[in-house]
């Protein structure tokens, strides 16, 4: 029995050494790949690069037309319009946002059914199944010892 559990750990670490280095050499193509992205961009000139935005030029606020009031009845006075000093700062229109577009679209973060997750099944289901079976073998181990010394009547 401990020589089949000892030949079962092994393929167990054998698998998931196989599984890690795969996802190892994964992440490091991933690396090189950011940093050639890193070197690229370190390579273009400042024209090269996004200039910001420059500030719309401060335009002269123009008044407000002025319409002549006619008098609705003869006993109304004639009003002037009222001019301040201090005039609103101009209105700039609002900066339209870029619509989103289907490609931009978040990918389903459910995972496809046939696929297996190995780390969790060696990491955690499987060792978990062993120690409960290994438990349950103790048990019987003890009561079967128990009632042949005579500790237990059956």
Not at 34 to 57: C, M, N, Y
Not at 87 to 105: C, D, E, H, K, L
């Amino acid at each position: 029995m401990l020589m089949f559990l000892t030949v079962v750990g092994i393929v167990v670490l054998i698998i998931r050494q196989i599984i890690d280095s795969q996802k190892i050499s994964s992440l490091e193509d991933e690396i090189q790949k950011l940093w050639r992205s890193i070197q690229r961009l370190q390579q273009k000139t400042p024209e090269d690069a996004v200039s910001p935005i420059p500030a719309p030029a401060q335009e002269k606020p123009t008044p407000p037309p002025q319409f002549p009031v006619t008098p609705s009845s003869p006993y109304s006075e004639r009003m002037e319009p009222r001019t301040d000093s201090t005039s609103p700062p101009p209105v700039r229109p609002p900066i339209p946002s870029p619509a989103p577009s289907r490609a931009a679209a978040p990918e389903s973060k459910i995972p496809a059914m046939a696929s297996i997750d190995w780390e969790r099944f060696t990491g955690v289901n499987l060792f978990s199944w062993i120690g409960g079976f290994a438990l349950f073998l103790g048990t019987v181990f003890f009561v079967k010892y128990s009632i042949d010394h005579g500790l237990l009547s059956p």
